[in-house]
């Protein structure tokens, strides 16, 4: 019976770090899908930009 509030405190610590805990993971996963998605984006225009100036240079009569 001396031990109960000790145990009543750390269960309602546990129920609070989960009600963070879970949010912020989801939170985390949803961010780093997007984050894929405009990393990928960003790759793609770079690589057709640096095609492009290879392009031109070659065009000028440049060494490729």
């Known amino acids: 019976a001396t ?5 009543s405190s750390a269960l309602v610590t ?8 879970i949010p912020g993971a989801a939170a985390h996963t949803v961010l780093l899908g997007s ?6 984006l960003i790759e793609g225009v770079v690589s057709e930009c640096v095609e ?12 490729a």
């Open 14 to 21: 546990t129920v609070v770090g989960l009600l963070v805990a």
């Open 52 to 63: 492009r100036i290879h392009l031109e240079y070659q065009g000028t009569g440049g060494a």
């Open 35 to 40: 984050l894929r998605k405009v990393s990928a």
């Open 3 to 7: 031990m109960a509030p000790a145990i």
